[in-house]
């Protein structure tokens, strides 16, 4: 008996890959859910070799199997330490893909994630209807809303996919495309609008394209490649019709998304797709404001895909640097958020969480590239100051003064 996915990406249609595996265990060594769980198969090397039995049919779909393929965080760390260059992330990619059926829990959050996921819009409206309800209905006062409010979310104001798609300049020098994300489109759009004010305070046009739906991160993630490449394939034919120098991501997983992942899943994706301090390290912002001298003791929070997708560490250090902040020292290591992983391993990922926390301790504000970094950092340090990067150089090209504070 085999269990690997009869059709996929390509990449593991046997066990062949997996074979490389000399069981060294480089991989482990920055595996966070190992690092909260010290079990041979919650790391790296735990799951290859898990992964090698079930596709081979040695081992078949057992309640602990999907424990340990589904709480694997994707976050890439141990691509980059197998010293055989095995993807290990394609591998869980496509276990998960073969084992996203097994069990009534699993196909009942397939279905509820590919509803989210795939209607992210009207998942939204619905959201900020009920929080909209006041004393009628008061929502707001249940622990899931408080919490988001506690993020600094604002789920009643517009979408920045709401408003205008073209933001105009009278001299253009170029025009650039911002692929806003779910995150900062739905809950922090003021991210975005910011973003589009430095762009064209560059002299770039602007376009924020209408009908940009979810990159397909979260649903390949728990397995669904199709619903994926279905996401890809629409947000593609946006890109397709436009004419610009480069897509500009606010998240880094959208950013590995369209640039690497789409040509796996639909055979296409955006080259010139950038993360956001991967372009202004290029194309520098013209800066009008010392940051260093109003914010002092700033660490920089490394997002996982940043670092080990798209392989920027020097990058996000220069913007800050440019605007006149030298971060502190820090240590690498994952927010424990992951897209589901927070609401599926509630526990693990509150543990990654404090730690990282534990980490900042002596941060008066902490500045990273993720919106999800930041929401989560921001639900674990109370009234703290978490500001995505585009806040910070926001600021720093307007030259007004800052507002700072969990806004
Ligand atoms: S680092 Fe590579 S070869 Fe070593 S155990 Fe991990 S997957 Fe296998
Ligand atoms: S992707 Fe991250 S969580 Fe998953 S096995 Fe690799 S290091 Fe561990």
């Not at 869980?92 to 069990?103: A, D, F, H, N, W």
């Not at 692929?179 to 560059?202: E, Q």
């Not at 040509?263 to 520098?284: Q, Y």
């Not at 990922?349 to 970094?373: F, Q």
């Amino acid at each position: 008996m085999n269990n690997a996915p009869e059709e996929g990406r390509g990449i593991l249609r046997s066990a062949h890959d997996l074979d490389l595996c000399v069981r060294c265990g480089s991989c482990k060594a920055q595996c966070p859910t190992y690092g909260e769980d010290v079990t041979e198969g919650m790391s790296a090397r735990g799951r290859v070799i898990l992964l090698k039995k079930y596709i081979e049919g040695e081992i078949g779909p057992s309640e602990i199997l999907d424990e340990r393929i589904f709480s694997c965080m994707l976050c890439g760390a141990c691509n980059t330490l197998c010293p055989l260059g095995i993807n290990i992330t394609d591998a869980v990619y496509e276990g998960r893909k073969s084992l996203r059926k097994s069990g009534k829990r699993r196909r009942f959050l397939g279905v509820a994630a590919r509803l989210a996921f795939k209607r992210a819009s009207t998942g939204f409206k619905v959201l900020k209807f009920l929080d909209g309800l006041g004393e009628l209905l008061p929502v707001h006062k249940l622990p899931y809303f408080r919490t988001l409010h506690e993020m600094g979310v604002n789920i009643t104001g517009p979408s920045l996919r709401d408003g205008t798609s073209l933001f105009k300049v009278a001299r253009p020098r170029g025009r650039v495309a911002v692929f806003a994300g779910c995150t900062v489109n739905f809950l922090y759009p003021h991210i975005g609008s910011s973003l589009i004010t430095i762009l064209n305070s560059m002299n770039f046009d602007v376009v924020v394209p209408k009908g940009e739906v979810c990159c397909g991160a979260p649903l390949l993630g728990l397995g669904f490649e199709e619903d994926a490449a279905e996401l890809a394939e629409r947000n593609m034919k946006l890109f397709r019709k436009m004419s610009v120098e480069a897509i500009i991501g606010l998240c880094p997983t959208c950013v590995y998304f369209i640039r690497d992942e789409y040509r796996k899943l639909i055979g296409d994706g955006v080259k010139r797709a950038m993360d956001v301090t991967m372009f202004f390290s290029s194309e520098k912002p013209e800066i009008k404001k010392d940051m260093g001298q109003i914010l002092s003791s700033v660490a920089y929070h490394d997002p996982c895909h940043a670092i080990y997708s798209l392989g920027l560490q020097a990058e996000p250090r220069a913007v800050l640097k440019s605007a006149g902040i030298s971060p502190i020292d820090s240590e690498k290591g994952c927010c424990g958020l992951a897209g589901t992983f927070r609401i599926l391993y509630p526990d693990m990922s509150k543990g990654l969480l404090e730690k990282k926390v534990e980490s900042y301790k002596d941060a008066g504000m902490i500045v990273t590239s993720c919106p999800n970094c930041v929401l989560q950092l921001r639900s674990g340090i109370k009234g703290g100051n978490v500001k995505h990067i585009v806040e910070i150089i926001g600021e720093a090209v307007q030259g007004e003064k800052p507002k700072y504070g969990s806004s």
